[in-house]
T-cell receptor, first 114, second 110 residues
Framework: GAGVSQTPSNKVTEKGKYVELRCDPI?????LYWYRQSLGQGPEFLIY????????DSGLPNDRFFAVRPEGSVSTLKIQRTERGDSAVYLC????????????FGEGSRLTVL | EDQVTQSPEALRLQEGESSSLNCSYT??????LFWYRQDPGKGPEFLFT???AGEEKEKERLKATLTKKESFLHITAPKPEDSATYLC???????????FGAGTRLFVKA
C-alpha cells in the first residue's frame, strides 16, 4: 500500500511569503505528527493530531505556524511571514495505534527561505 | 522535561568491526523507547520499540537493549549498507509526543 505522501518535496520561497505543506497519511491511520529537521539534527516535534483535533501543539515555535486536519486524514502545515530560520525539512508521520507505536514517516518537504 | 542524548555524534567502522551506539534519556514515565534508521534525503524508518528495562530486540545485525536510564544499539559485524543515521526517541506516559535525539551518524567502510 501507499506510504505517507508529502508535497511539495521542495519549496523555495522568499522571506515574508506564506507557505503550505501537505501531508497525506497512510489510509486508516488516526494519529498524525509534524516534525521539523535541520541539518545534522534529529526531528523536532511540532504538533500531533488524533483524528481532526490537535492533541498536542506544544512544539509549534510561534503563532506564524499553524496546522489543520479538517477531515481526519490529510493535514496541512501553514507558515505565515516566513523567515530564513524556517528553512528545514518538514517531516510528517502517521501511526495506526493512537500514536503509541511505530511512526511511519514521509520523505519530507524541504523548505528554503531566501 | 523529556530529553534524549545520543553518543557518539559520528562513528566510523571498518566492515566487520562490531560496536555500540548509546542513547541516554530522561523521562518522567516511559511509555516506549524507539530506534529509527534514517538514510540521506529520506524520512526515518522504524527499527525497534522497547518498553521496559531489561528488554531486548534483534533484527539482523542490530540488537537494541534498554535500562532505566539508557538504551544501546549494538551492531554486530556491520556492512557498508548499515551506514546511516540512527535515531533514538522516547514517548512519555503522559502524552503521545515522541521526542528524538540528534542521532548517531554511522559510516561503515568496506
Amino acid at each position: 500500500g501507499a506510504g505517507v505522501s508529502q508535497t511539495p518535496s521542495n519549496k523555495v520561497t522568499e522571506k515574508g511569503k506564506y507557505v503550505e505543506l501537505r501531508c497525506d497519511p497512510i489510509s486508516g491511520h488516526t494519529a498524525l505528527y509534524w516534525y521539523r529537521q535541520s541539518l545534522g539534527q534529529g526531528p523536532e516535534f511540532l504538533i500531533y493530531f488524533q483524528g481532526t483535533g490537535a492533541a498536542d501543539d506544544s512544539g509549534l515555535p510561534n503563532d506564524r505556524f499553524f496546522a489543520v486536519r479538517p477531515e481526519g486524514s490529510v493535514s496541512t502545515l501553514k507558515i505565515q511571514r516566513t523567515e530564513r530560520g524556517d528553512s528545514a525539512v518538514y517531516l510528517c508521520a502517521s501511526s495506526t495505534t493512537g500514536g503509541t507505536g511505530e511512526l511511519f514517516f514521509g520523505e519530507g518537504s524541504r523548505l528554503t527561505v531566501l | 522535561e523529556d530529553q534524549v542524548t545520543q553518543s557518539p555524534e559520528a562513528l566510523r567502522l571498518q566492515e566487520g568491526e562490531s560496536s555500540s551506539l548509546n542513547c541516554s534519556y530522561t523521562v518522567s514515565g516511559l511509555r516506549g523507547l524507539f530506534w529509527y534508521r534514517q538514510d540521506p534525503g529520506k524520512g526515518p524508518e522504524f527499527l525497534f520499540t522497547l518498553y521496559s528495562a531489561g528488554e531486548e530486540k534483534e533484527k539482523e545485525r542490530l540488537k537494541a537493549t534498554l535500562t532505566k536510564k539508557e538504551s544501546f544499539l549494538h551492531i554486530t559485524a556491520p556492512k557498508p549498507e548499515d551506514s546511516a543515521t540512527y535515531l533514538c526517541a522516547v514517548q512519555n506516559t503522559g502524552g503521545f509526543k515522541t521526542i528524538f535525539g540528534a542521532g548517531t551518524r554511522l559510516f561503515v567502510k568496506a
